[in-house]
């Protein structure tokens, strides 16, 4: 597997990431634990759960299921990029605590779970916590602070952003300057073939300009690029399915997936494999993350590394998504 420097850090991650935001629910240990041994055999080094930063214990299974293989398998650290995406709650307890503070205690209850001195990246979601309130202290000057606390401890190495708007990625970036603290040297935002218009006009040039890593977060559309839902069958049959027919399910989307499945063939592989190479295709993403329920999913995304695709399948790829306008009307209501 392709190993990528991050960003403007000594870090050098694998190009794949698997993401451990279902274990210990969705995949019981067991089956996590093939999964994780299946992706360290593979090349990966790159791993990234997730928790809630609250006083409540919430979303602790991930961690906790990482932290148990981590111990089993002695891994050793040095080997593994460990990352913890931190998702805010929509009301913040900031009355009883700072962002920094709930920031700081959720990483180090992490920590703990995970067994490990620190954490090679916290990666902090968008949420309205972070919003800011008048009359008081700017939420991202909080976080920034909890941040380089973290940072000047030893608990963290460095930060990445996940879903932050562009401008508000632009205003973290100032703020840290003026503090003279720790800033985000990464983005991690959705990126695949049906959600690539955002790196097209602003993100790009902020990345290279910034020496920005980019990770990139659900390469198949949340599960629309796989080719099992058509135009008139498989939208229906569960809510996930129902989410995708009302945010991909439009003339544009669908010829996109029509091309991917005529190339899919040509290559003698799956739709899957081919929209995941497509965006680990370009040379600004750092890594790419993959949530795998089963062994064979690991396999099928190290295959997909290794496809090649020609200037002709991404012309034609392209083609399709100008095809017909991306705000067509839905096709599955």
């Not at 009301?91 to 709930?102: D, E, M, N, W, Y």
């Not at 909890?146 to 996940?162: C, D, F, N, P």
């Not at 599960?223 to 996930?240: I, M, N, Q």
């Amino acid at each position: 597997m392709q190993y990528n420097k991050f960003g403007r850090t000594g870090l050098e991650v694998s190009e794949l990431c698997l993401g451990a935001l279902q274990f210990g629910w969705l995949s019981n240990a067991s089956e996590a634990f093939r999964l994780l041994d299946s992706f360290r055999e593979g090349g990966g080094n790159f791993i990234q759960a997730a928790t809630v930063a609250s006083s409540e214990n919430l979303l602790t299974q991930p961690e906790e299921t990482l932290g148990k293989w981590l111990r089993q398998r002695s891994m050793e650290r040095e080997k593994l990029v460990l990352a913890t995406r931190i998702l805010f709650p929509s009301q913040c307890p900031t009355k009883r605590k700072s962002i920094a503070g709930l920031v700081r205690d959720s990483c180090e209850a992490s920590l703990r779970r995970l067994g490990t001195s620190h954490l090679d990246l916290l990666v902090c979601e968008w949420g309205d916590a972070l919003q800011p309130v008048n009359g008081s202290v700017r939420p991202i000057d909080e976080l920034l602070t909890g941040l380089e606390h973290l940072t000047q401890a030893g608990k963290i190495r460095y930060a990445v952003t996940s879903g932050f708007p562009n401008w508000r990625v632009m205003e973290a970036l100032s703020r840290a300057d003026r503090l003279r603290g720790c800033r985000f040297e990464a983005i991690q935002q959705k990126f695949s073939l049906l959600d690539q218009e955002n790196f097209r006009t602003e993100m790009r040039p902020m990345v290279q300009e910034y020496r920005l890593g980019v990770i990139a977060q659900s390469p198949l559309a949340s599960g629309f690029l796989t080719g099992k839902y058509g135009r008139s069958t498989g939208l229906h049959v569960s809510p996930r399915a129902r989410h995708l027919s009302m945010r991909y399910a439009n003339e544009r989307n669908f010829n996109v997936l029509h091309e991917l499945s005529e190339i899919s063939h040509e290559l003698h592989t799956t739709p899957a494999q081919v929209a995941l190479k497509w965006v680990l295709h370009h040379k600004f993403i750092t890594s790419t993350v993959i949530g795998c329920q089963h062994s064979k999913h690991i396999q099928s995304s190290l295959e997909a590394t290794h496809l090649n695709l020609t200037d002709n399948h991404l012309d034609r790829l392209a083609h399709a998504g100008r095809s017909a306008n991306s705000q067509s009307k839905l096709l599955v209501s």
